[in-house]
């Protein structure tokens, strides 16, 4: 889920396409609501690339999407919401009461705007300052294992494609990633993709099982070393959620 607010938006227009809905990462993170502004986002595109045709400028980037995107109420809506993930950043005791201020009391019309100031990435602790955490085991009726939801994503990649992970330097992942951070990739990832395991002489090693990808990108932004590279897959591949 991209749920970094209205600061976080990228640049959604390009020559012949345009990002919409999740893809650009509208949702309002303060609701965790955004089916409605995903259509709306579509809505507004939809209409810049009509007019384009209409007007024969098919060629051009449709800069009126962004231009009607910041004349809209979900504009505003968001706008309204700027701050969650900043507040929340700050510990849940103080977020839950700062966001409580802002959006029940002052309906997210205040005059302050916090920025983020650090990379994901430039965030994750080192293991030897952090606690593990012992989680249950998945019971099968309300948690469950990771494989197991793959699963239920119908990832499918073909098979011989070249792999869309790939690391720059392949040494990272044991000797900074391991050591220092304990191997984040086996836990950030959802979808198992990373694995550490032991080589034939006895040291660790990194597999990296791109075929489990559901293309969230966690791996590509979060990674401390920003060693991790994705790519689009050939084809098309990746999750095919059919009952959705």
Known sequence: MTAGGVLSLPKFVFPGGALVGDDAGFLNPARIKGSH??????????????????????????????????????????????????WMSKGLYLGTLMVGIEQKLLGGNVPWTLHHRHRDHEMLKPASECTPIVYPKPDGKLTFDRLSSVFLSNTNHTEHQPAHLTLKDPSVPVDVNLHIYAGPEGRYCPAAVYEFVKSERGGDRLIINAQNCVHCKTCDIKDPAQNIVWVAPEGGGGPNYPYM
């Open 37 to 86: 502004a995903a259509i709306k986002s579509g809505m507004l595109a939809a209409q810049a690339a009509f007019d384009a045709v209409q007007t024969g400028r098919q060629s051009d980037e449709l800069s009126a999407y962004p231009d009607a995107f910041k004349q809209s109420w979900l504009h505003t809506e968001l706008y309204r919401a700027r701050n969650f993930k900043q």
